[in-house]
């Protein structure tokens, strides 16, 4: 397993993770997942977590920089299929997923995002109150 | 790595296959996802099989096995993003995947999809002449 697949629909990036993470895959997944932001000028990423039954600190980490580059890339973050025992043992731990939306499925996801894309549309750049 | 999570789009389910398959995964698979095919009234199923390098006969089975079961429930399926090495060594070791439609990458297939299921329609028992 060397990469995880990215699957482009519409503008928007789809990423299932299934396998344990390690250093190198993250970064790969990283690097995959930017390039393809940029080069498909994609606005959304959902990353689907359903499979994953812990979530420790090094995923954590992982899904906060990926929001944080997705977002400097004017892309939007959103997790999904988040199972009930992991956010238990991640309020529980006190870990924090920062900046990151999350939804329940990859419908309501995608939901959120065309939510997030419409809202931030093109007067995006600070100047939204004009709009409302 | 217990089971092979299934996406619900609409009224399509995609899978994408990450990991190496064993027989049991694959059987998990085929009743996870006919349960979701009966439980979402789905249309159409999409493997993605991208990150696949290679694909075996037991890997061929059980595609063309969960075609099967999928058409019995009344929804297509449609395998995408197979690499080009996969192509060839299919056709050179004479393996069939017999009765699926194959296509580029996700959104080819789920326009595939939709054409298929448009053709279905609400006529689809044979007297699909008598609408053209």
Chains 1, 2 share one sequence.
Do not use: C
Request: glycine share 8%; no cysteine.
């Amino acid at each position: 397993m060397d990469r995880i697949p990215i699957l482009k629909m519409g503008d928007v990036l789809l990423v299932t993770i299934q396998v344990d993470m390690h250093d190198r895959l993250a970064l790969t997944l990283q690097d995959d997942l930017t390039a393809m932001i940029v080069a498909h000028h994609a606005r959304g990423v959902l990353i689907d977590i359903s499979s994953l039954e812990m979530v420790d600190s090094f995923i954590g980490r992982m899904l906060t920089s990926i929001a944080g580059m997705s977002r400097l890339l004017d892309a939007e973050t959103v997790v999904v299929g988040m199972q009930p025992s992991v956010a238990i043992t991640l309020v529980e731990l006190g870990l924090k997923i920062e900046g990151i939306r999350t939804a329940l499925d990859v419908e309501k996801g995608m939901a959120a995002l065309n939510d997030a894309v419409d809202h931030a549309g093109p007067d995006s750049d600070g100047d939204r109150n004009a709009s409302n």
